[in-house]
C-alpha cells in the first residue's frame, strides 16, 4: 500500500512567485491535514480537511495561503506570492478514523526555499 | 492552552547506552500524548501513543514512555541504543478540540549515536 505521497520535495522560488504543493493521502483516507515546520522550531498544524470539506483551518498564517481538495482525494496548498518567512517543510498527513488517538501517517514532507 | 516542551535540542548518546528523550506538557484537560520519529528523507512515523489506558507505554523498535501526571512529563526511553536510532524525535500532544487528530508539537530533539 502507498503511503503519503507529497510533491515535489524540494522547491527553489524567489520571493513574489506562486508555488503550489501537492498532497496524495494514502487510499480511503478521509482526514487530511497540513503542518509546517519553519526554520528551527516546531512542526505547526495549518489545517484539516475531511474529504473535501476544511474542518479547521484556525492554523493557516494569512490568505496568501489557499488549500483545496476537490474530490475528497489529493490535496493542494498554495502559496500566493510567496514571502521569505514561507520557508520551511510543509508535511501533509492522512488518516482513516477521526478521533483524539487517530493514527497520523505522513508524507515526507516539501522543503520550501524562498529567496 | 496545550504546549509540548522537549528539553535537548540535541542529545548524544553511545551505541549501546540508555537513551532518554525528555518531553513535558501542559494540558487543561487529560492529554492524549504522542511520540513520533523522522529518519532522514522520510516523513514523520508513530513511536507510540498514551490515551488514558496504562501509563507505560511500549512502542516500536524498542521505546518506551512513561506518562507521570504530577510531573506533567512524558519521557521516552530506549535502554540500549542502536546507530539506526539516529534520527529526529517529535513529542506531541492532541489539544482534544473538535475530535480530531490535530496535534500540538514539540520543538524536536536530534538522537545522534555514536559508535
Known amino acids: 500500500e502507498a503511503g503519503v505521497t507529497q510533491f515535489p520535495s524540494h522547491s527553489v522560488i524567489e520571493k513574489g512567485q506562486t508555488v503550489t504543493l501537492r498532497c496524495d493521502p494514502i487510499s480511503g483516507h478521509d482526514n487530511l491535514y497540513w503542518y509546517r515546520r519553519v526554520m528551527g522550531k516546531e512542526i505547526k498544524f495549518l489545517l484539516h480537511f475531511v474529504k473535501e470539506s476544511k474542518q479547521d483551518e484556525s ?57 | 492552552a496545550q504546549s509540548v516542551t522537549q528539553l535537548g535540542s540535541h542529545v548524544s548518546v553511545s551505541e549501546g547506552a540508555l537513551v532518554l528523550l525528555r518531553c513535558n506538557y501542559s494540558s487543561s484537560v487529560p492529554p492524549y500524548l504522542f511520540w513520533y520519529v523522522q529518519y532522514p528523507n522520510q516523513g514523520l512515523q508513530l513511536l507510540l501513543k498514551y490515551t488514558s489506558a496504562a501509563t507505560l507505554v511500549k512502542g516500536i523498535n524498542g521505546f518506551e514512555a512513561e506518562f507521570k501526571k504530577s510531573e506533567t512529563s512524558f519521557h521516552l526511553t530506549k535502554p540500549s541504543a542502536h546507530m539506526s536510532d539516529a534520527a529526529e524525535y517529535f513529542c506531541a500532544v ?4 473538535g475530535n480530531t487528530g490535530k496535534l500540538i508539537f514539540g520543538q524536536g530533539t536530534t538522537l545522534q549515536v555514536k559508535p
Open chain 1, 59 to 115: 492554523g493557516m498564517p494569512n490568505n496568501r495561503f489557499l488549500a483545496e481538495r476537490t474530490g475528497g482525494t489529493y490535496s493542494t496548498l498554495k502559496v500566493q506570492p510567496a514571502e521569505l518567512e514561507d520557508s520551511g517543510v510543509y508535511f501533509c498527513a492522512s488518516s482513516q478514523r477521526q478521533g483524539f488517538n487517530e493514527k497520523l501517517f505522513f508524507g515526507s514532507g516539501t522543503q520550501l526555499s524562498v529567496l
Open chain 2, 94 to 97: 492532541n489539544p482534544r478540540v
